[in-house]
């Protein structure tokens, strides 16, 4: 399951079921996001196809390293959350 939040949640709804191939990676699913979705492609990806330094992951409530774990196997039931970035005061 992915949920998305803030900006995110606008683009591609609060949570969405996608069936994937075992054995599927974080990045593998953050792809087919982009390719079916536009407007996320460019809210989280640059024009080199890499994730923005600002988009924050939790994979089951738990906080993820871009930069290390998109290469991270998803398993059947594993909860995907897609933070864009966020302000406050």
Do not use: H
Not at 18 to 41: D, I, S
């Amino acid at each position: 399951m992915v949920l998305a939040f803030a900006g995110f949640r606008e683009i591609l709804g609060k949570e969405r079921e996608l069936r994937l191939l075992e054995g599927a990676t974080v990045k593998e699913l953050l792809e087919e996001l982009a390719l079916a979705n536009p407007r996320f492609k460019e809210a989280a990806f640059d024009e080199s196809g890499e994730l923005r330094d600002y988009v924050l992951l939790m994979v089951n409530r738990k906080r993820i390293d871009p930069l290390q774990d998109l290469s991270r196997t998803l398993q059947e039931g594993d909860e995907l959350a897609i933070f864009p970035p966020l302000a406050g005061g």
